[in-house]
């Protein structure tokens, strides 16, 4: 079947994986259109058929890599109960999985001033606040909105100083794990 038989869905699937695969080789400099068709072994047109353009690829490919994040925080904290161990432990897992995948932090910061990505941020924030909001409302904590926007700048905050760093900020975890703590 020629690439341009298949259905776009599965264009998309192949050449989202490719981008994955490229990332995880190299980063995000290795990301090209070219690239991208090349691993997936399609013609170097093949995105222009799945996709609008560059931007609404890499952002489809930063909603995957989003969602395998929050499906990685969900698995490892799906059967706790509300509590404070259990907002540290999401917070830690999701500090770490952007530690451990440094392209997808300059997918991000490459992406933050496009029209589609900084939807897409934006989106992916404010459901982060959200799901904070839940956790703390369970918590019985004051102002359980506000907090959890405070806390998603500061996580948010601590990925990219840790980004930066190439690295883990102990004090800037331990800063907010300790006012988690404090305001329980």
């Not at 990332?23 to 090349?38: N, R």
């Not at 930063?62 to 907002?87: A, G």
């Not at 991000?108 to 992916?124: D, E, H, K, Y």
Request: glycine share 4%; charged share 25%; proline share 5%.
């Amino acid at each position: 079947m020629t690439a341009s038989a298949k259905p776009t869905a599965s264009l998309r699937t192949l050449l989202l994986d490719a981008g994955r695969r490229l990332l995880d080789a190299g980063g995000a400099e290795d990301l090209t259109e070219a690239a991208v068709c090349a691993a997936a072994e399609l013609p170097a047109t093949t995105l222009r058929q799945a996709f609008d353009d560059w931007d609404d690829y890499r952002c489809a490919l930063l909603n995957d890599l989003f969602d395998e994040v929050r499906d990685r925080v969900t698995r490892i904290t799906d059967n706790m109960p509300p509590s404070v161990e259990r907002l540290k432990l999401a917070l830690e897992t999701y500090f770490e999985a952007n530690l451990g995948r440094p392209a997808l932090r300059r997918l991000v910061l490459s992406l933050a001033f496009t029209p589609c990505g900084a939807r897409l941020i934006q989106s992916r924030m404010t459901a982060f606040a959200v799901m904070m909001g839940i956790e703390l409302r369970a918590l019985h904590r004051p102002h359980p909105q506000a907090s959890a926007r405070l806390l998603t700048a500061a996580a948010a905050e601590i990925a990219l100083a840790e980004h930066e760093a190439g690295a883990r900020e102990p004090a800037l975890r331990d800063t907010l794990f300790r006012y988690l703590e404090r305001a329980a």
